[in-house]
């Protein structure tokens, strides 16, 4: 029951803002039901921990330790963006009806996101994610320009037409499923019968989930979208889709895993970590590339999606301890990276790297907050993803795939080249143009401080709780 | 002769219309044109249900093809002739990226890889209607090809359609007991894909002028 309650009471501040003249209220309720869904989330979180499982209907609705992990980020993720929100669109200066439009479809968007986590049976799982993409496009369309529209067709055409290919995976492991004998549709039923299943559909069906969910994780050659959509949506819209929203996808490809692996002729592993190494390859070049703020951001979700494709083909529970950390840590930094990257566009009107060199002695905070953004994005110590990316390297070495870590460490350096040279040209270079620098309202600069604090903290310091559901996830994405 | 003999035959004959209403997707220049081809091919859907669900009695398709009619026989159409300027629908595509002949080639290629596919999917498992995963994978690549081909928002997104009508004519066939429940929910998910896509088309109309999306470039990594 408390599952349902956490997943839909965003529902309320949708219907809220279905009001006429809600629209001075709609920014406080939104962040305010947000923030009861996020404070119910830890609750859960709390008793997994504690009983291994929160079930509200059995086989259909319930969360372990490895969702609960994805909710807890997408429920800490949404909540910063919410209460950002509030000062950044009141910034933008909308017409009211499209303030409305924005609070209730960020609502929504949020609760898609959450079902993900909650969904055991692989065709809820589905439906959620094909609605985090409809509930999404008209967020990232959200500025009107042709710019913007033009990243939310390309969005929504590639991911859709992801979306309709894996449908048809879906439905053809049901069919081998249902040929071998088995009843439980559900990641653990499937991962139960998977032997009994005649390999030739299971491994259709692999190839039609990794291309389809692959579209809308953005792994390359499907990431051409990607660059686009999360850089013309508004900053809070970016922070989740990268920061959750991709993970959220790549969490149900990874749940049928063990599916996919319990028959050797499907190679899953192999597939995943030649995307992974893919994406990570393609996308540490193009970083160094890029001349926006927000695309550099972008190409770096295309990275980390790499890196935990090529986790989570490491089969051990080292690995998928990484794979987990990882996903954590990856959602909280790159939330605070596109929070900084909106500071940014509020204080100096464009997020183009070249025009804004000198930015830190203009606006110390957002400054400041960029650079500590890059840098934990990037995988510096002391910060979470340097200890997560570190415990992959490590768990990759150990199971005997040595050229795992190697290109790991190789173009995660790349990477790290390309964006510090960038981040600090704008943070520390001199200041050469004299442009008006606006005031960061003050909700947004609040988000902004509070969002590194996890971010250092976890590379200090993992409670025994966090660690304790950690290594479940781990047992449970080996054996589950 | 009784007619439960008549229903593979007749199974079949509605699947032959589906791969040519595929292939007319492709080829269609007009737009109204290519909506009433996704018309045409979601009431083969809808048919095709409700032959498969005759014998043996699957309460289950019937519930399927019912939706189907509802959602995508009326309910979209509805709401693209209501959120999409009307002038849009007598447009005739002239600007395709790739010629007729050629794009009716390339979609003859991908039908026989989905042929080849799809008869290697139905010796591996027993099936009562084999024709449907064939003809519904390679319509699903012929639609795929859609999308490449076109650069009219509509048209596109008609393409998209086509592709998960494709889908759902394998699927009722490999799995006409999956879960209604999910069922029903996709069922709702695509009308709400077509208001979207109905919206965002008009707001690209009113900033843009055209609904020529496949001509929007704006975006990317341009050297300085």
Not at chain 1, 20 to 45: C, D, K, N, Y
Not at chain 1, 118 to 126: D, K, M, R, T
Not at chain 1, 173 to 180: C, I, N, P, Y
Request: net charge neutral; aromatic share 10%; with cysteine.
């Amino acid at each position: 029951m408390i599952l349902f309650v956490a997943v839909l009471l965003p529902v309320l501040a949708a219907l809220w803002c279905a009001f006429p003249r809600s629209e001075r209220g709609a920014p406080v309720v939104t962040a305010s039901f947000i923030a009861a869904s996020f404070l119910l989330t830890i609750w859960i979180a709390a008793c997994t921990a504690a009983r291994g499982q929160v079930v509200a209907v059995g086989d259909w609705v319930q969360v372990d330790a490895f969702a609960v992990v994805l909710m807890l980020a997408i429920a800490t993720v949404s909540f910063g963006a919410a209460v950002y929100s509030t000062g950044y669109i009141a910034h933008l200066n909308p017409p009211p009806q499209r303030v409305r439009l924005y609070y209730a479809n960020f609502s929504l968007f949020i609760v898609s996101m959450l079902a993900i986590s909650v969904c055991v049976e692989p065709g809820l799982a589905w439906i959620a994610v094909e609605l985090t993409t409809l509930l999404s496009v008209l967020l990232v369309s959200f500025a009107d320009t042709p710019e913007a529209l033009e990243a939310a067709w390309k969005y929504m055409v590639i991911t859709l037409l992801g979306a309709t290919v894996a449908v048809l995976g879906v439905l053809v492991l049901f069919w081998a499923q249902h040929a071998a004998g088995g009843t439980t549709f559900t990641y653990a039923g499937l991962a139960a019968d998977a032997h009994r299943m005649n390999p030739v559909l299971v491994s259709a069906a692999f190839a039609l989930l990794l291309i389809g969910f692959g579209a809308k994780i953005g792994l390359f050659p499907m990431h051409t979208w990607l660059p686009d959509a999360h850089s013309q949506a508004p900053a809070p819209v970016c922070a989740i889709l990268s920061g959750v929203e991709t993970s959220a996808v790549l969490y149900v490809l990874i749940r049928l895993a063990a599916t996919f692996r319990a028959i050797p002729a499907v190679h899953a592993d192999l597939w995943f970590a030649i995307f992974g190494a893919a994406s990570l390859v393609a996308a540490a070049l193009l970083i160094v590339q890029t001349h926006d703020l927000k695309r550099l951001f972008a190409f770096s979700t295309v990275e980390h999606m790499g890196i935990m494709l090529l986790a989570a083909s490491i089969t051990t529970a080292a690995g998928g301890i990484g794979l987990v950390w990882q996903m954590l840590s990856h959602a909280l930094a790159k939330s605070l990276c596109f929070f900084a990257a909106g500071g940014v566009a509020l204080v100096a009107g464009t997020t183009e790297i070249a025009k804004l060199r000198g930015l830190q002695a203009r606006a110390p905070l957002v400054g400041t907050m960029l650079l500590i953004g890059a840098l934990a994005i990037a995988g510096a110590p002391p910060f979470a993803v340097f200890l997560s990316e570190l415990a992959i390297a490590l768990a990759a070495v150990y199971a005997g795939h040595v050229w795992i870590a190697v290109v790991l460490l190789l173009f995660v350096g790349i990477a790290f080249a390309g964006m510090m040279g960038k981040v600090t040209s704008v943070v520390l270079g001199r200041e050469d143009v004299h442009r008006e620098i606006g005031r960061l309202p003050r909700s947004t600069a609040v988000v902004l401080v509070c969002a590194a604090v996890p971010v250092l903290v976890l590379g200090f310091w993992i409670p025994g709780g966090l660690a304790h559901l950690f290594s479940t996830a781990a047992t449970e994405m080996v054996a589950p | 002769m009784n007619a439960q003999a008549f229903i593979p035959e007749i199974n079949a004959l509605i699947c032959g219309f589906f791969v040519l209403s595929a292939f007319a997707m492709v080829v269609v220049r007009q737009i109204g044109a290519c909506l009433g081809v996704f018309i045409a091919q979601s009431l083969l859907l809808a048919l095709s249900a409700f032959v498969l669900g005759a014998s043996p009695f699957s309460w289950h398709l019937y519930a399927v093809g019912i939706v189907t009619l509802l959602s995508k026989v009326i309910v979209i159409p509805w709401l693209l002739r209501r959120f999409v300027p009307g002038e849009i629908y007598t447009l005739r595509e002239i600007s395709q990226s790739i010629d007729v002949p050629t794009a009716l080639l390339i979609a003859l290629a991908l039908a026989l890889v989905g042929f080849v596919l799809g008869t290697r999917l139905v010796t591996a498992a027993p099936l009562l209607a084999t024709q449907n995963v064939i003809v519904g994978l390679a319509s699903l690549l012929i639609g795929a090809l859609v999308l490449a081909v076109r650069r009219e928002a509509v048209p596109q997104m008609l393409g998209i359609l086509a592709m998960e009508n494709a889908a759902f004519l394998a699927g009722i066939a490999i799995a006409p007991d999956f879960p209604l429940i999910a069922e029903l929910a996709i069922a709702f998910d695509v009308p709400l894909l077509a208001f979207i896509v109905a919206i965002l088309t008009r707001a690209v109309y009113r900033r843009v002028g055209s609904t020529a999306v496949g001509e929007l470039a704006a975006l990317r990594e341009h050297p300085q």
